[in-house]
């Protein structure tokens, strides 16, 4: 919000040329007005430009771009490189790193953007002021009038890259400049997220909060903490709600990191914790493959014995440039199925420099690592594995299982992937089932037919078929002779 004075609104599109009509317009539509900041006994009244009529916006808006009076953000005829301010004092920067780690590599660069809109805030603040070069600088950044480099500049200092906050604005650039004045480029680093100070608890809460920390799946949720406690402290057990309840208030004190670091383990920990993406951009093709497993998210026939199985396959992806480069299917993870997939891979794209997989049995068997026999070694190729237990190194091809596999798995009926229908699932299961119960049935029947001789009439009528120049045989004559081979069966066996 911009508000300016009647002298300056006067002369601009729909407004009166002189002052004193101006203000007469003013009143009439009705625009909002104030005592003009920063001036006791006096200075007139200023008005809210955004009450104005669009042709006055327009122009207010142009004319703060477009001014030549002031140096202005958008006055830019050669970019300056930024440079870093002189450090501060000794005693300055000894307060303003005091009691926190050193900063990243991500809170140095929001530093150094701070610092390039604090010197484009100072150059402008010499004939406007701070507030009114705060203000112009904020609405040319929101309006995106400013330079490209200068709006990616403030997009960096502000951490906020999504929706209406991600320019700074006029209060917030009036904050930074005034802890660049007191601690120099260190007090503009972002702030750590610490956690609300925990205060002294009892020594019951915390040790309601600590069952709640514990990977002991009985205390998941904190009144069976709550509860523990009460027993173990001999303590009516109509007391434990009074004890959950004060566990509860603090709780929220408690670091989430913590709480993640201390429930969890292996790729649950690592799931929950922020992770850094690997920059892949340096790398060409050929340099980096990644080759991983993964069982088919849905139920096929089994090529042998035709009972329904979740096929293994088995896919090699180049890091630079996300290309398929080779894969295969198999019946289970086995050293075949990855020698396949790199036999594949190989003879489409050409030998990679390294292969990058997980410690699972069939990317380390011998066939595949030994360093005098194996593929990796007659290819010339280093084989590097990630860390047991931690999936998210292999992140890129972990992640495309859900644009290729698992899509082709939700065109079967058998879909079983997490987000598949219970219920769709459970009848098709049961119609699977159907299905081979039927084959175990017939299959029985046939080895049972073949244990008894069963001669050449009665075994076309089973069949359904007649035999040559026989009569066609009647259905009681049938169920006779169905009779008398179960009692001759009946009475061999006795």
């Given at each position: ?59 207010i808006?142009?004319?703060?771009v ?8 958008t ?7 930024v440079?870093?301010?002189?450090a ?6 000894l ?20 610092t390039?809109?604090v010197?484009?805030l ?20 929101a ?7 200068l709006?990616?500049?403030a ?11 991600a ?6 650039l009036?904050r930074?400049?005034?802890?660049h ?5 260190w007090?503009?680093?972002p ?5 609300a ?11 309601v ?90 139920k ?8 329904p199985?979740?096929?293994?396959v ?8 996300r ?16 020698g ?8 489409n794209?050409?030998v ?15 066939q595949?690592?030994c ?6 070694a ?26 290729h ?18 219920g769709?699932y ?20 046939g ?34 002779a ?13």
């Amino acid at each position: 919000m911009t508000w300016l004075t009647a002298s300056e609104l006067a002369g601009m599109p729909d407004m009166p040329s002189s002052e004193f009509r101006t203000r007469e317009k003013l009143a009439r539509l009705g625009v909002p007005s104030r005592p003009r900041l920063g001036r006791e006994g006096g200075g007139g009244m200023e008005y809210d430009t955004s009450r104005l009529p669009a042709p006055t916006r327009q122009a207010i808006a142009a004319r703060l771009v477009l001014t030549h009076a002031a140096p202005s953000a958008t006055s830019e005829p050669e970019p300056q490189p930024v440079q870093q301010p002189a450090a501060p004092e000794p005693e300055t920067a000894l307060q303003a790193t005091a009691g926190r780690r050193p900063p990243s590599d991500d809170e140095r660069l929001c530093a150094d953007a701070r610092t390039a809109l604090v010197h484009v805030l100072g150059d402008m603040a010499h004939t406007l002021g701070v507030k009114r070069a705060a203000a112009r600088l904020a609405l040319e950044l929101a309006a995106g009038q400013a330079p490209r480099g200068l709006i990616e500049t403030a997009a960096q200092a502000n951490q906020r890259r999504r929706g209406a906050d991600a320019m700074p604005s006029a209060r917030t650039l009036e904050r930074w400049l005034g802890a660049h004045r007191e601690q120099g480029w260190w007090g503009l680093i972002p702030a750590s997220s610490a956690p609300a100070a925990l205060s002294t608890v009892e020594q019951d809460v915390a040790a309601v909060i600590g069952l709640y920390h514990s990977r002991d799946g009985r205390f998941r949720n904190l009144s069976a903490a709550a509860k523990e406690v009460t027993r173990q402290l001999d303590r009516p057990f109509d007391t434990w709600s009074a004890l959950y309840k004060r566990a509860a208030r603090a709780l929220p004190k408690v670091d989430p990191v913590s709480l993640i670091k201390a429930r969890h383990s292996g790729a649950q920990r690592a799931a929950r914790l922020p992770f850094k993406r690997r920059d892949t951009t340096v790398l060409r093709p050929l340099d980096v493959w990644v080759i991983d497993g993964h069982s088919f998210k849905a139920k096929v026939r089994h090529p042998d014995h035709g009972a329904p199985f979740t096929p293994e396959v088995t896919v090699v992806i180049d890091a630079a440039t996300r290309l398929i480069c080779g894969w295969s299917a198999s019946l289970s993870e086995n050293m075949i199925a990855v020698g396949d997939a790199l036999r594949h891979a190989v003879g489409n794209c050409g030998v990679p420099a390294v292969v990058y997989s997980d410690n699972g049995a069939g990317e380390t068997g011998r066939q595949i690592d030994c360093p005098v026999s194996g593929i990796m070694a007659r290819l010339g190729t280093e084989h590097r594995t990630g860390l047991p237990g931690h999936p998210q190194g292999r992140g890129l091809i972990e992640r495309s299982w859900k644009t290729h596999m698992i899509e082709c798995a939700r065109q079967f009926g058998t879909y079983m992937g997490s987000d598949a229908d219970s219920g769709t699932y459970k009848r098709a299961a049961a119609e699977l089932a159907r299905e081979q119960r039927a084959l175990k049935r017939q299959a029985a029947d046939g080895r049972g037919g073949q244990a008894v001789d069963e001669g050449p009439e009665l075994g076309a009528v089973r069949r359904g078929r007649r035999t040559p120049g026989a009569e066609p045989t009647t259905q009681s004559t049938a169920t006779a002779a169905c009779r008398g081979t179960r009692t001759a069966r009946t009475r061999a066996s006795a």
